[in-house]
């Protein structure tokens, strides 16, 4: 019954589908032919986006880029803050919170106290702020379709697991923009891969996704859970059960990853960049009490610690709370190799 209430709002929202499609076309094709202007820059602008609406990784993307080129770049990072509550353009502090700035901005700030992000839903503006400021690279996170600026290099990530050949435009499906959008990239990377993928699977991803740029494939590596003060878990997930509180687009290869190690989970979904109030708590802990066991723990990504923590400081629950980081990792040290002489910054 389920699945024919979605089928039939999908056959309801189609036509909409097609006109969102038809708009983005004439949009891009108006920047294509120039009558819609793209400003470039002197200073190296690097774009981190996708083609579909969220889970595609790119704000671990983003730290993979920052935690390559900071040794040799004075990099700052410049972001839209989705979710905030501000207007402008803004610099992230470490004593900002997620409605002043944006979770996934606060998330890398913390994360990298000494880069600098800024937030502003005007990217050329931001751009020429950081860029008189002296930053000589600029991240741009999620502008692949802000094509009021025309950056140094695009990189368009595609999660393995939503293939756009498979999708449709918003609000059917998940497409911002057709797979004919992929030309522009520079760069393409098929992200959160479960494993290598065979020659045959890369041949038929770059077919079916029409894919003319080079193309690579990324997965996540987990590290270990640490507790929202920093303190590493000393007790191995196989013995433990876990509540997962999640509040981003595609839990699933978190998910895949916990069962893989055996773990009992008890999974709590939000919507992605959910934002967390106090009633919240109230139903995480009704969840957490109907665990069974001593041996229990409430685990979350690193992009929803940003918001729970201060609305956990204090309480009884807070010592349960802890987070497992991720990061990049390329399938093979030649592709990485690669990847880098092709970005070529």
């Given at each position: 019954?389920?699945?024919k209430?979605i089928?039939t ?25 120039g009558?819609?202007?793209?400003k470039?820059?002197?200073?190296p602008v ?9 889970g595609t990784?790119?704000?671990p ?7 390559k080129?900071k040794?040799?770049?004075k990099i700052a990072v ?6 905030r509550?501000t207007?402008g353009?803004?610099y992230?502090?470490l004593d900002?919170?997620?409605k002043?700035?944006g979770?996934?901005?606060?998330q890398?700030?913390?994360k990298?106290p ?12 931001g751009i ?8 000589n690279?600029?991240l ?5 379709q802000h094509r ?5 290099k695009?990189?368009?990530l595609i999660?393995?697991n939503?293939m756009?050949?498979?999708d449709?435009f918003l609000?059917t499906?998940n497409?911002?923009?057709g797979?004919r959008a992929?030309k ?9 891969c479960?494993k290598?993928p065979s020659?045959?699977?890369?041949t038929q991803?770059?077919?079916k996704?029409?894919v003319?740029?080079p193309l690579?494939?990324?997965h996540?590596?987990y590290?270990?859970?640490h507790?929202?003060?920093?303190v590493?878990?000393d007790k191995s ?7 997962l509180v999640?509040g981003?687009?595609?839990?699933m290869p978190?998910l895949?990853?916990l069962h893989?190690?055996?773990?009992t989970v008890h999974?709590?979904?939000?919507p992605?960049?959910y934002?967390f109030?106090?009633k919240?708590l109230l139903?995480i802990?009704?969840e957490?009490e109907?665990?069974?066991?001593t041996?229990k723990?409430?685990l979350?990504?690193e992009?929803?610690?940003?918001k729970?923590?201060p609305l956990i400081?204090?309480?009884k629950?807070?010592s349960?709370?802890?987070y497992?980081p ?6 093979t040290e ?11 910054l």
């Amino acid at each position: 019954m389920k699945s024919k209430s979605i089928d039939t709002l999908r056959s309801v929202l189609f036509p909409f589908s097609w006109l969102y499609g038809l708009i983005f076309f004439i949009r891009n094709r108006f920047y294509d032919l120039g009558i819609f202007k793209s400003k470039s820059f002197s200073t190296p602008v690097v774009c981190v986006g996708n083609i579909t609406v969220g889970g595609t990784g790119k704000t671990p993307h983003v730290e993979y880029l920052i935690h390559k080129y900071k040794q040799d770049y004075k990099i700052a990072v410049l972001s839209r803050g989705y979710g905030r509550k501000t207007k402008g353009f803004r610099y992230v502090n470490l004593d900002d919170n997620a409605k002043q700035v944006g979770d996934e901005p606060l998330q890398m700030k913390l994360k990298f106290p000494e880069i600098t992000f800024a937030v502003d839903e005007k990217r050329v503006h931001g751009i020429e702020v950081l860029q008189k400021a002296g930053y000589n690279l600029i991240l741009l996170d999620d502008a692949f379709q802000h094509r009021a600026v025309k950056p140094s290099k695009s990189i368009v990530l595609i999660d393995y697991n939503r293939m756009p050949y498979d999708d449709c435009f918003l609000p059917t499906g998940n497409l911002r923009e057709g797979r004919r959008a992929l030309k522009r990239a520079d760069i393409v990377l098929v992200t959160k891969c479960p494993k290598i993928p065979s020659d045959k699977e890369k041949t038929q991803i770059v077919h079916k996704n029409r894919v003319v740029s080079p193309l690579f494939f990324t997965h996540f590596e987990y590290g270990s859970l640490h507790s929202y003060k920093g303190v590493p878990l000393d007790k191995s997930l196989k013995n433990l059960a876990l509540l997962l509180v999640t509040g981003i687009a595609n839990p699933m290869p978190l998910l895949d990853y916990l069962h893989d190690r055996e773990t009992t989970v008890h999974h709590l979904p939000y919507p992605d960049h959910y934002d967390f109030l106090k009633k919240d708590l109230l139903k995480i802990q009704e969840e957490f009490e109907k665990v069974k066991t001593t041996q229990k723990i409430i685990l979350t990504t690193e992009k929803d610690k940003v918001k729970l923590l201060p609305l956990i400081s204090g309480t009884k629950l807070a010592s349960y709370f802890y987070y497992i980081p991720i990061k990049v990792a390329f399938e093979t040290e030649g592709a990485e190799k690669q990847f880098h002489h092709i970005l070529s910054l």
